[in-house]
């Protein structure tokens, strides 16, 4: 603050001075709306207000973007402004819209599809060089972005990001390793995280991104379903010397610590996040599983291959809208003992997150058997367990939308499949679950 | 908290006193009054406008104060509400001796049973005899006081001993020591990374070793390829932490609680040229600026030693969805940005001053904050000498960018800065073509021949340049060229015949231009016109001329054409707060001037 303002006309002046101006009958409203931080990552808060509007009125909130693939998507919801003509999202109640109540960050989470998209879509950022850039509107009256007539009152742009800037993006093809390689900025050497996400394959960078935004040097490693790994696409044919391989590269970079390395995993990378610690002969400082079992029903060697994915469908249950859930394959009566990861040996701490609507794992049920199984051993202090009511499969960084269920493959023909999840404990649960990661991470990681 | 640190005794009060609480059962009442104009004495005798009374406790409600006489020990016991045990402290003063309690219940108010301890009776050090053992036989390792338990705890662990919760809280409960083999590196960290110039950031470093000294350091190279650079000493504190928005530097390009001293406070490398100016041209990419932590308090020889940690933050001007519209329609040469959304949008025409050119990252930024801006050139970059527009020019500009479809031509407003502020002022009084809504003049006067085109102000000005001083370095003080401000009424803008709100904004250590005796000149004639109503006048102490948006650095001199370097003037810091405060309070005027339908209710 500064000691000596010297302010030579007081406030009451101001107020003469604007008295004295002559009102023109034209001069019209000029709303304003506001976001701030601008720029953000993905993680981060905004706070979005309207300002000079007409008080007490009805007013709808809209956010609208394009995903990388050029979908459209969009959110909504209804306001009414205050007495003194203003909205704030981090106070005011939704009344209306696609999320209901105070929701400060219900316009990113509540994203959907806009009206007569593709059917079945995931929101999943491919160039995480570039931000997602959202646009958030103000319209007059309580509507639906997509009716023809709505009035647009203002408007402000966002961009959210998944890596900060200086975060360096490194393609790893070494010892026929598939990966990508994220470093913060700085000399480091940094703790790092190995990054594992489910069978829909491919190399998914986003959530490495991430934590490399967050200071860990992190690998998000493809190990079925890309074109630079041997085929066919849709079975796993890489077993535990490759996930050796794909930690050996992490560990010995110069930039990482070598005995500071976590391992998060989500589904079937939560199982692999569980065999690598326990049986290729590496030990991770600790491990972070969302919503994966313990075996698979699907291992064809003893190494981990598998089979391809459609061949073993014993167990898949299709709903009335013909959507197949796998949840029955990984209940832990189906898994074959020989797939099952020997938890007794598990050597650091294990965070284990649990969607209670995950439609597509068993995982309360792996979890149940994880903490026995750990209890049996003498290991309970490794355990720490978080479960999410309302919360489905796909647990991923805060305030992104969940896809309840979504395209899972075309061939031999078109099947969608079933995440679970609804969306506000959904998003309880990302915002909840990413701050506790984060601290579960930096504990082990960087104390 | 300057009205309580402050503090001084009232004139006339008894010479060297101290102001010490003795019965800590009671509060400090402190009146607090506010009054009509700058008041510096006879507060006593003048009624305020507005009082209220404040209490300043040092006993939080619930501590319990227990009165110790034991074993011929002397002191006073707070102890902090609750079951306990509680850490421990031993309190004691200096040479003034006697019981001094107010401390203690202080530390007891936070949670640690505290101790109070006489050893010598007020005023009597020269009968102070207390062997050390009065000292250790007062500190029991545990004992049972007023049914509490008191563990005993050195000073020095306190702090260590109460941070050692991580801050995972109970998870961490469960990390077995094993996996921790080698340190932990430090962890720095600023959020956000991606800011406008105008937002904060906040910088922290940890798992530094406690109490350690490290160099917090900013690095940025500009488009013209000169390294900018600042720096801060720290201590960590007993976790091992520095935050800069909460600790001291104590020493660097910037001392004290400075959350933005990183960047105000920086200045181009040693060995640099001299008279450089940071200004971005290209306002679609960000500033760059390397923020590295390094070891020890070091000054020097940055780039030759590894840092400890290192980070990237981005500062831009301009927020995403923001358009930049280039402008060349009738002649008016500038560049237009324009918010995202539908608009209308309130606009601004925004100029800089003698060293021309076009100039757009303030009106980027004022774009960003939902203003239609546009940035105006109107003489070649360093042509002053041939800066020959007449005021024709720049109603015209003034038209284009009211008349935009995406503009609401009701509120239109214009921010000068230097000569900018000169033409601004002009405008507002002299044009019968353009009625502004408000007008915000930064560091400017209203000298101008009347009738004069630039060709005329720049005549004036050379004409008085014998009146020209320079400093120590040879560089050139040019606020006497305009002084003594004229009585001639023909030599001088008729700032009578304003007719909107009027934001006057000046440095009083402004080296260029004499703004604040023109200010004083501007405030006394629209006084006579009875207009004053109309004028808001802000003044900064030792602040030049040069006031840019916030955490930009300050630059006392820099080269303005030729061989010339201009004295601007201000002092680092207090320019800094100048540059940071003065940039609210115009967003401020603008948003009750142009955006607001009842600006009786807007608050400024």
Redesign the interface.
Known sequence: MISCIRVFRNLACLHRAVAGVRWNSSFKPAPLLTAAPVRALIDEHISIKGRFLPPQSPITVCAQMQSDEGDLWESFAHYNTNADGTVNLSRDHSVGGLYLGCEPMGLFWGLQPAPGSREGLRLRKKNVETPYVMLLSLLEGHVSPSERKTTELAAVSTERWYMAPGVRRTEIRQDGVVGTLFFPPGPGPFPAVLDLWGMGGGLVEYRAALFASKGYASFSLAYLGHKDLPGPHNRVNVGDPYFKSAYRILQDHRQVVADRIGIVGLSFGAYLSLRIATRVGVKPSCLVCINGPVGSTMLTHADGRTENFENEQRYWRFDDQGCVSFKEMSLPANLPPESKVKLEDLPCPLMYIVGEDDLSTSSMENANLIEQTLRAAGKSQLFTLLSYPGAGHLIEPPYTPNSRVSLWSFKPRKLYTLWGGQPASHAAAQQDAWKKILDFLDSHLRR | M?LLWSMRSVPGSCKGLRLRKTNVCTPQLVHISVYDG?VEEGFTERPPLASVLSERWFIGPGVRRVEVQEKGVRGTLFIPPGPGPFPGVMDMWGVRGGLVEYRSALLASHGYASRALQYFAAGELSSASKEFEYFEDFHPKERVQSGFKVRRRALGQLQSSLSRR????D??????SS????A??P???V??????VD?TFRVTV??LPPSSAVTLHSLHRSEDEDLWEAYGHYVSDQRGSVSVADDFSFGGTYTGKEAMGLLWSMRPVPGSCKGLRLKKTNVCT?Q?V?I?VYDGHVEEGFTER?????????R?FI????RRVEVQEKGVRGTLFI????G???GVMDMWGGGGGLVEYRSALLA?H?YASLALQYFAAGELSSASKEFEYFETAFNVIRLHPLV?P??VGILGLCLGAVITNHLAAESSVIKP?CCVCVSGVHICPRGASLTGIYQALVANAHKTQVDENNQEIWRYRELPIPDDLAKKIDVGKIN??MLLVNG?DDQNLPTVEAAEDM?HMMRAAGK??????????ATGHLIEPPYSPHFRATKFIKQVILVWGGQTK?HS??QE?SWKKILAFLQ??????D??GA??
Not at chain 2, 339 to 342: D, L, V
Request: glycine content about 8%; charged content about 15%; hydrophobic content about 30%.
């Open positions: 300057g700058h991580g801050p995972a809280g998870v961490s409960q469960t990390r077995p996996t921790m083999s080698s932990a590196p962890i720095l960290s959020v956000p990374s991606r800011a406008l937002e940890q798992n960000p760059l390397h590295s590894p840092p400890l940690a290192s980070v990237l933050s981005e831009w927020g995403p969805g923001v918010p995202p959304g539908p209308p949008f309130p960003s939902g609401s009701d509120r809504r909107c709100p009083l405030a004053d109503h109309l004028l808001t006048r802000i003044e900064y102490p207090p707060d100048a405060d009750q001037h142009l955006y607001s339908n600006p009786t608050k400024m």
